[in-house]
């Protein structure tokens, strides 16, 4: 070999240590298991504003639709609560499958009845078919996520669930209005039905762990000894707050701003959404390379500002400006407390980091809603967007604490 040859041989030799060095993200067992989350997640969207328009024009007025979702919501955190136990004992696949199951078939079955006792019914059903799909889904993603990559990979997952979301959402509500609630509701069984056949091909537990991993990569990690672990949470105490300024925005921005504005209201929730999606992806490729404790602070200092900033509700200019704020706060938020408690915990306790992290979005989302009518109704919606902004800064405390770093697994009380 000539002297030059050897020279075009570094770069070669280079990239290969270079790729070694950062395993691929997308392999096949992920490419599975975003099959099911497009079909988990479009199943649940689909049907998410459906069903309240069901019960209501079932005789049960506004009343009805409250409680379908109600009972959605509080079968989903339940299910969260118990689905690592679970997982621990069933895996992956068991849990998975029986949560697309329960997900997708009480849907082929709601307008088989009308009364309140049957919707609600087949609410508690898919909410704890959700509960599975999101809690033991999460976990095996992350399980199939390089570790040297979780941020990106997560922030990938999000884009994979959120894309159907967006898009299932006024789209159930559209073909409801056009073809009935029949073609509807077998869609959104079918989505979650079909999806069971790639479950096979996924793992059904995580990786065992190797000789030399330690004592604490074997640690079970449940749901109670997390929520007695403070590196776990901070974050997810950081998060739900960053979540309830979101539950907020989307059911009560309609209503804040004037009526002449309805344009605005509609730009302002895809704008929303649309940032948070970008900035998570933003925030995962850097949390990969910096570490994900540096961005819970700005997280959640963006998204106060983006509230402080929506409360202008009679200007649009400030309307999408702090929508849009909020989302990239949001976003930033979702993916590095996500990313940081993923690393604060052995595989074993992946299940528990995913239900404590979804309960705080489901919470937070269920109680921004319900504690900012309350407040509104006093105080007037510019006031309230204003006193939530200053709210969500109480969870300046645990951002703080978590610009730290990882956390001690060893510090992980056992189950």
Not at 53 to 67: H, I, P, R, V, W
Request: proline residues 7%.
């Amino acid at each position: 070999m000539t002297s030059s040859s050897k020279l075009l041989g570094q770069p070669d030799a280079a990239a290969a240590v270079g790729a070694a060095a950062r395993p691929p993200l997308v392999t096949r067992a992920l490419l599975l298991r975003f099959v099911t989350v497009i079909g988990a997640s479009a199943s649940f969207f689909l049907l998410l504003s459906v069903v309240p328009l069901y019960a209501k024009d079932s005789g049960g007025g506004g009343g009805a639709a409250g409680l379908a979702t109600g009972a959605l919501m509080l079968s989903t955190v339940l299910g969260e609560l118990a689905t690592p136990r679970l997982v621990a004992r069933y895996g992956y696949r068991w849990a998975l499958s029986a949560g697309l199951v329960l997900l997708g078939a009480p849907a082929l079955v709601l307008t088989a009845g009308h009364g309140m006792v049957w919707i609600a019914a087949v609410c508690l059903v898919r909410g704890l078919g959700f509960a599975l799909t999101v809690v033991a889904g999460g976990a095996l993603t992350a399980a199939l996520i390089p570790a040297e990559r979780r941020g990106e990979g997560l922030a990938l997952a999000g884009i994979v669930s959120g894309v159907p979301s967006l898009l299932a959402l006024p789209l159930g509500v559209w073909l409801a209005a056009h073809v009935g609630y029949t073609p509807v509701a077998l869609a959104g069984g079918v989505l979650a039905l079909a999806v069971v056949v790639v479950v096979p091909g996924l793992p059904g537990r995580e990786p065992a762990a190797g000789p030399d991993a330690g004592p604490a990569a074997e640690r079970p990690v449940g749901v109670v000894a997390g929520l007695r672990t403070a590196s776990l949470a901070r974050p997810a105490l950081v998060f739900a707050t960053t979540a309830l300024g979101a539950g907020i925005i989307v059911t009560f921005l309609p209503l804040a701003v004037p009526a002449r504005y309805s344009g605005l209201v509609a730009a302002a929730l895809f704008v929303q959404p649309a940032a948070a999606t970008l900035a998570r992806w933003f925030a995962g490729r850097i949390g990969d390379r910096r570490g994900p404790a540096g961005l819970v602070l700005p997280g959640l200092l963006l998204s106060a500002a983006g509230m402080l900033l929506t409360a202008l509700t009679t200007s649009p200019v400030a309307v999408l400006g702090g929508v849009a704020l909020f989302g990239v706060g949001f976003g930033v938020a979702q993916n590095s407390t996500l990313s940081l408690m993923y690393a604060r915990v052995p595989a074993s306790g992946y299940g528990t980091v995913s239900a404590l992290w979804n309960v705080g979005y489901d919470a937070g989302m269920g109680a921004g809603a319900v504690g900012f009518g309350a407040v509104a109704a006093w105080t007037g919606y510019p006031a309230a967007f204003a006193a939530t902004a200053a709210l969500m800064l109480a969870a300046l405390v645990p951002a703080l604490r978590d610009r730290s770093g990882t956390g001690d697994l060893d510090s992980l009380p056992r189950c």
